[in-house]
C-alpha cells in the first residue's frame, strides 16, 4: 500500500514549493520560544493565502483563522514548530546551519505539512464553518500548547474539536494510526538533591555521604513500578542524571539526580509521584540526610476521545482504505503536550508512519529526518478531515 497514490492533484502540484519551505525550517532550527523567524514565514505565507492572522499566543505561536458558509461549526489544527538542542549529524544539503540546534522529531515536517493543508483549504476547499490553523511553540519540554492555552487559546479561537499528528519512524511511510483512550504517556521531570555531610574520604563515619544515600535511593526507586503499580498498567521511573562530588577522596556535601517518570493515566501517575516522594524522603532520614524534591516540565498523559478518534480514523478509511492505516496501533510512552489541548477540548492526536526501512533512526536522534514522502499525504489528509468535519450536508 502507497498512500502517496491518494494525494491531491492540487497539493501535488505545490509539493516541491512546499518541500523547499520544509528544508528552510530545516536550515534554520529555533528552540522553543526562540521561533521567530519560523512564525514569520508561517504568518507571512498565511496572510498571504487569505487567512486572518492573530500572533502572539504562546509567544510565538500563530493562528491562522479562514471562514467559509454560515455554520457555526469549527475545527482547530495544530503543528508544532520548535527544534532540539541537538547537534544534527546527517551530512544532507539542508541540514541545520545553527551549532547545536536541529530538526531532530520533525515539527520542520508538521509545519509544512499543515502550510501545504492550508494552501488548499485557502484556494479552493470546499467547506461550511470555521478552521483554526495552530502553529505552535515549545512542544519539546516547553509546554508551549499549554502557554497559548493559558493566553486565551480557545477562548479566542473556539474550536469544537482539536486535531494533531505526528511523525512516527519504524512505521511504513505515510500509513496513518490511531487510538482512542490513553495514547501517550504523562511526563515528569524529578529533581532531587541530596544533603548530607561532607568530609574526607579515608573518614567517612565522620561524614554522611550523599552519594551512598543517592545509590540507596536508585536502587530503592527501581521497586515502585514492580511492586506498586498494578501489573497491567504502564508506568516508567528511570534516573537519567545523578551528579555528585569531583575527586576521588573527597566526600561531598550534595548529590543531585534527575527522574524521568511516566504513566498513561491521572491515577497511576499520582501514584508514581507519591511514592517517589515517600521513598526518597525515607531513604535519606536512614542515612542522616535530608532530601529536596522538585516537579517540572509536567505534561498529563494524552487521552484520545472516542467519538473524535473513531471521526478521524473513519476520515482516513473512506480515502485509504483499511490497507492504509497502521494496525493495532499501540500505546506510546513518550509524552506529548497536545495533551493539554485534549483536556480541553475533544480531538485526536495521531500517528504518520516516517518510514520503517534499515538506515532509519528514532527522533531525537542526531541523524534524524522527516520523511519528505509524508509532507504531501499529511496535507491531503488534513484537508479530507476539515471538509468531512465542516461538510455541507
Same mark, same amino acid.
Given at each position: ?367 534524524? !529526518?522527516?520523511? !519528505? ?21
Amino acid at each position: 500500500m502507497n498512500n502517496r497514490d491518494f494525494i491531491l492533484p492540487d497539493i501535488l502540484a505545490h509539493e516541491a514549493d512546499m518541500l523547499a519551505i520544509r528544508h528552510q525550517i530545516h536550515q534554520h532550527p529555533e528552540l522553543s520560544f526562540e521561533e521567530v523567524a519560523t512564525s514569520d514565514l508561517v504568518a507571512r505565507l498565511l496572510a498571504e493565502w487569505g487567512y486572518e492572522v492573530h500572533r502572539g499566543l504562546g509567544k510565538t505561536g500563530v493562528v491562522g483563522t479562514l471562514k467559509r458558509g454560515t455554520s457555526p461549526r469549527s475545527i482547530g489544527i495544530r503543528a508544532d514548530m520548535d527544534a532540539l538542542p541537538i547537534q544534527e549529524e546527517t551530512g544532507l544539503p539542508y541540514a541545520s546551519r545553527h551549532q547545536g540546534k536541529m530538526h531532530a522529531c520533525g515539527h520542520d515536517g508538521h509545519t509544512a505539512i499543515l502550510l501545504s493543508a492550508a494552501r488548499y483549504l485557502a484556494s479552493q476547499a470546499d467547506f461550511d464553518g470555521t478552521v483554526h490553523l495552530i502553529f505552535q511553540p515549545a512542544e519539546e519540554g516547553g509546554g508551549g500548547a499549554y502557554q497559548m492555552m493559558q493566553d486565551g487559546l480557545f477562548e479566542c479561537f473556539p474550536c469544537d474539536a482539536v486535531f494533531g499528528l505526528h511523525n512516527m519512524p519504524g512505521y511504513p511511510t505515510g500509513l496513518l494510526g490511531f487510538r482512542a483512550g490513553p495514547f501517550m504517556a504523562s511526563s515528569d521531570s524529578v529533581h532531587i538533591k541530596i544533603s548530607g555531610k561532607g568530609g574526607h574520604g579515608a573518614m567517612p563515619h565522620k561524614a554522611v555521604d550523599p552519594i551512598v544515600v543517592g545509590a540507596s535511593i536508585v536502587m530503592a526507586l527501581q521497586s515502585i513500578v514492580s511492586r506498586n503499580v498494578p501489573p497491567l498498567e504502564t508506568a516508567v521511573v528511570t534516573v537519567g542524571y545523578f551528579h555528585a562530588g569531583h575527586a576521588s577522596n573527597v566526600i561531598p556535601d550534595t548529590a543531585e539526580m534527575e527522574l524521568s517518570v511516566r504513566a498513561m493515566t491521572f491515577e497511576v501517575r499520582q501514584l508514581l509521584l507519591k511514592r517517589i516522594e515517600e521513598t526518597v524522603q525515607a531513604q535519606a532520614a536512614s542515612f542522616g540526610a535530608a532530601a529536596e524534591i522538585n516537579i517540572h516540565d509536567p505534561y498529563p498523559p494524552l487521552i484520545n476521545h472516542a467519538k473524535e478518534t473513531e471521526f478521524a480514523r473513519q476520515v482516513a478509511v473512506d480515502w485509504l482504505g483499511e490497507q492504509g492505516l497502521i494496525p493495532d496501533l499501540q500505546p506510546i510512552t513518550g509524552s506529548e503536550d497536545f495533551s493539554f489541548m485534549l483536556e480541553k477540548v475533544p480531538g485526536c492526536y495521531l500517528l504518520i508512519g516516517n518510514g520503517d526501512g534499515e538506515g532509519g533512526c528514532m527522533v531525537h536522534n542526531p541523524g534524524y !529526518d522527516f520523511n !519528505d514522502d509524508c509532507l504531501s499525504v499529511g496535507a491531503s489528509y488534513w484537508v479530507k478531515l476539515v471538509e468531512k468535519y465542516l461538510s455541507n450536508s
